[in-house]
């Protein structure tokens, strides 16, 4: 059998990786400033991560949630205490989009709506409803262009107030990322987050905040809606929650009520998903991974900034959108095969840098080096 060839792949096989390295199965060593796509938080093997899991796996990997589970229990208390959302209620899952897919299907459980509004440049997962509201006509099938969705343009609060003034009491939920990460790393501003807030309060909508990509500190803040201070009804949370173990959640505010069979999922919340979810969190606390990501996040913005090829600097903390104009659409291949250095795309010449959270500084300048060869050539 073949591989249904649907992704674009470099030729390049992985054997291992430590930190933020990773080597190729004949030893050439790759700086990883990509995370596999936001998606390791702690750095690859990291020993704490490793032996919780395999600790775990000695003793049981599986069983369904027929039965309990004292690890979830775990996940989210530790979950509630880092985020701040004591008081939130934790939804297992296994992936982002199935995150924001419960998320939606939760809102329009809670209000009994049908409406939902997304983003230009939003991308929120491909499954029925996430893909629905993600913002590529491209990946939407025929069988999921419903008429769920009502996209606005980003960050544009007159936009959001109209929508809300003409159709507001049928509007089940808004979704939003924090900062939008596969639209090319554009941070949300305050003010158009405090507005769904409001608007949301007003109509009782619901505000999804997707932090799939955005979330689970890679900002320095554990969600990046934080920034502004407001707090949304539901997060749906993913990628860096188990460092590569597929594990996602959403955490879900006191005024929604559960009932039984609302939500469901096979392996959303296994034993080693959860000791995954755990090992990450206690690293994350034990290693104060999140001062971490602000620290080495603003010394490289600063030193980014020194660069006048630069079009655009976006983002917070570990996740950064370098916006170069047309003749510098080689740097990231460059990096990738002259200075053996991963990083991200988005539309439009964005290079998106997502590496571990526990990046260090030498790294960072190994890959700002790199950065400045590349420009300069
Ligand atoms: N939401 C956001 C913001 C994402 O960036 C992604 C993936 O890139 C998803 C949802 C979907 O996550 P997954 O690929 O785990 O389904």
Redesign the pocket.
């Known amino acids: 059998m073949n591989l249904f060839d649907v992704y674009p792949i470099n030729d390049i096989e992985i054997a291992k990786g430590s930190g933020s390295l990773i080597w190729d199965k004949n030893g050439l060593e790759y700086l990883d400033m990509y995370g596999g ?2 998606v390791i938080s702690i750095g690859h093997s990291h020993p704490h991560y490793i032996s919780k899991i395999t600790e775990q796996i000695n003793k049981i990997g599986f069983y369904s949630n027929s039965i309990k589970i004292p690890l979830q229990e775990e996940l989210a208390e530790r979950l509630g205490n880092i985020s701040g959302k004591d008081d939130y209620q934790l939804f297992l899952v296994n ?6 897919e419960n998320a939606l299907k939760l809102a329009s459980f809670y209000n009994g709506r049908k409406k939902i509004i997304a983003f230009k440049g939003a ?5 029925s409803l ?1 893909v629905e509201a993600t913002d590529n006509p491209k990946i939407i099938a025929p069988v999921n262009q419903n008429e769920h969705v009502t996209f606005l343009p980003f960050n544009d609060v007159e936009a959001l107030e109209k929508t809300f003034a003409t159709m507001g009491d049928e509007i089940s939920a808004v979704i939003v ?1 924090g900062i ?3 639209g090319g790393i554009r941070v949300a501003d305050d003010v158009f987050l405090q507005k769904i807030r409001t608007l949301c309060d007003k109509h009782d909508t619901v505000f999804v905040a ?1 932090s ?3 979330g689970y500190g890679r900002t320095g803040k554990f969600y990046a809606h934080d920034f502004s201070e407001v707090k949304a009804d539901i997060y ?1 949370m ?2 860096g929650m188990g460092n590569g173990f597929p594990i ?1 959640g959403i955490a879900i505010a006191p005024k929604f009520k559960p009932w039984h069979g609302m939500l469901g999922t096979t392996f959303g919340g296994n034993h080693l998903a959860c000791a995954a979810g755990i090992a990450v969190l206690e690293v994350i606390q034990q290693e104060n991974l999140l001062e971490n990501a602000t620290k080495m996040g603003n010394y490289l913005m600063k030193e980014l900034q020194k660069f006048d090829e630069i079009t655009e600097l976006r983002g917070h903390g570990l996740m950064i959108g370098i916006e170069l104009p047309e003749q510098f659409a080689q740097v990231r291949k460059d990096l990738l095969w002259k200075h053996q250095i991963f990083t991200g795309e988005a539309k439009h010449n964005v290079i998106r840098l997502l590496p571990a959270l526990n990046l260090s500084q030498q790294h960072a300048d190994r890959f700002l080096e790199a950065f400045e060869k590349t420009i300069k050539k």
């Open positions: 796509h936001a992936s982002g989009a199935e995150a924001n991308f929120h997962g491909r499954t996430a990322e939008q990460g596969v997707d799939v990509q955005c749906p993913a990628k996602g």
